[in-house]
DNA sequence: CTGTTAGCGCTTTCAA
DNA sequence: TTGAAAGCGCTAACAG
């Protein structure tokens, strides 16, 4: 069902139909009835392809992150969603699985599909980026921005939350204290990483390179990392896991060694969903955790390529730090200080 | 950057230039270097949403789910995804919070875009499907699938998978059996129902109405769903909680209640992810659940959709339904049993 | 082997 | 107030 067919049947010309559709110009009342009845009978819909190609604009934003089932990911897809549907526009989703590979070739087919705009968690290849840029297509980054890319990036206050975790563990009373940390390409690894040691630094406590474990931000990764800290002759008093997979991974080894955390090791973990509860809340004991503002992160993103494209407000290299909290719960009670406050 | 540019750049017709790029009809060397190095300077890249008008084809799915931030669409997406890149297709995301109105906006939208296919978690107003249903386009239905509407579907063995789950928890010595469900409307809650229900007759033990709890499907459901079956003055001594997000609710107020698991009352949950590990298995104790086979069923389906788009295979009204698995646990141990088997 | 041209469905001048 | 026609960028039939 296209224009013309409509034009016919109620026997107008197709200008007309469209003026009828989008009641922009004034059309005669009878005329307006004999148009709208015509679409009524044939249910047509303009066809957006069509309006896209004479437009020059699809109406449709791409995502690209690198895995959509990691809830960190989904739940930013939803704001950006969310704020998309608001503003009448849709969204193609993207996994890159960290893959420059796969992230090239899903910008090389945004471009393709004329979208109008790219909310990108990029894989830290520059060359993907700088090509991006010379398309001119808007892009608002999420989560991290590599180095020597400027652009908007909307993410947490990795490096204030940290510290501020950090912080939490010196003051109850614990001094070995480890880190698990995703690659250290990713600018919020680095970010949470700073915060650590410059908390660390700031307490008088030197930093003990071995108490830095890296993974590979998912679950085996926190697993394996939490086991190297572990088998350590001086192993750490109290861990604190940067991200929400690794934090499984880490109490995945934990549990599998009948190690129990709070009591044997402190836990402060990562939510990275917006409920309102989650697994980190009914474990026994419930875990301290960083809980990031992942939906605002998404709708905030959204907002911001969003207004750009729509109103033509600047897109402005700027950062903006949505702040995260620290939620403290039992598995950071110091077994120790707690006697001693008895 | 158009076809012309480069026709004009390279000296030859756009003719020439688009059979260079597609390398259907044979092209003079000379003048296929011409194209091609046009093509490189100009960095030309075929504008999909021209050939799309005119292709009639836009390769594009659209994904219509409740809600990506809940894991188990989140993996059924990572599914559809994967399976859609592999043919060439992009993914559109929409969201329904199973809000019908929403649905038929997405729906409408889709046409609009002129998708060639949809997947489709139904919210189970029927009017929108049958709509679809005119419109021609093929669709695959996910999880679920109102009553009186056909096509394929793909979904869990939920009956059966329930009726083992009920199964395990008399073997357990269990006779007081509570189940946790969403929505009675949706057809998976249904046959989940069905499967407990069979299971309990066939072992010659009555129903009590009041052990059947419904909730929202998601935290807060699952939680008050506990609540009052807790509450009840004969209360369960197990209890089936038949999705993900109501399993962490419930576990959610056991904890706000002091009440442990697996002593007091004895849980199985469900598991939505195809992780390998998941917050089920780090708890004390560790959950036993039903782990469903959710990117399996995002794959398939965009499997059976795209085999129909690309090849014409026809799309059959059919049910796929894909194997869960019971994974026995702690948390399903029934102490009196063990009691007795000391 | 290469070029001309019609047409995909739509919007938007411009003229009537 | 309405309509004719150009053109968005591309493909494919057809002519040369």
Redesign the interface.
């Known amino acids: 069902m296209n224009i013309k067919t409509v034009a016919e049947y109620a026997g107008v010309s197709i200008a007309t139909v469209s003026n009828v559709v989008h009641g922009k110009k004034i059309v005669k009342a009878s005329t307006r009835e004999k148009v709208l009845k015509a679409i009524h009978d044939l ?1 047509y ?6 309006q ?2 004479k437009a020059r604009k ?1 109406n ?1 934003i791409g995502v690209v992150i690198s ?3 990691n ?1 960190f990911f ?2 930013i ?2 704001g950006i ?2 704020a998309s549907k608001e503003s009448g526009y ?6 890159t699985d960290e893959d420059y590979i796969k992230e090239n070739e899903y910008l ?2 945004l ?4 979208i109008d705009g790219i909310i990108l968690s990029a894989t830290g290849r520059n060359e993907n980026l700088k090509k991006l840029k ?1 398309l001119q297509i808007p892009v608002v980054y999420i989560d991290r921005i590599p180095e020597e890319i400027d652009g908007p990036l909307v993410t947490s206050d990795n490096e204030k939350i940290s510290y501020e975790a950090t912080q939490h563990l010196i003051a109850q009373g614990f001094r070995k204290i480890g880190i698990i940390i995703g690659s250290k390409i990713i600018s919020t690894t680095k970010e949470r990483l700073n915060g650590y040691i410059k908390c660390l630094q700031e307490h008088g406590i030197p930093i003990h390179e071995e108490y830095i474990a890296v993974g590979d931000s998912r ?2 990764g926190g ?1 394996k990392a939490m086991e190297a800290l572990y088998k350590l002759e001086d192993r750490p008093e109290a861990v604190f896991v940067t991200n929400s997979l690794m934090t ?2 880490a ?2 080894y ?2 599998s060694e009948n190690i129990r955390y709070s009591n044997d090791v402190s836990i402060i973990g990562y939510q990275d ?7 980190t ?4 004991p ?1 875990i301290t955790v960083v809980k990031q503002p992942t ?1 605002q992160i998404g709708w905030k993103a959204a907002h911001q390529l969003l207004k750009h494209i729509t109103e033509g407000e600047e897109l402005q290299s700027k950062r903006y730090e949505l702040p995260c909290k620290l939620i403290i719960r039992e598995s950071t009670q110091n077994p120790r200080a707690k006697k001693e406050s008895m």
Chains 1, 2 share one sequence.
């Open positions: 249910n819909t303009p066809n957006a392809i069509a896209s190609l699809t449709t895995d959509i089932s809830p989904s739940t897809i939803r969603e969310d849709n969204v193609i989703l993207c996994n090389e087919v471009k393709r599909k004329q010379k679950i085996t697993k499984l991974g109490l995945d934990l549990k969903q917006d409920w309102e509860a989650d697994w809340l009914i474990t026994n419930a939906y």
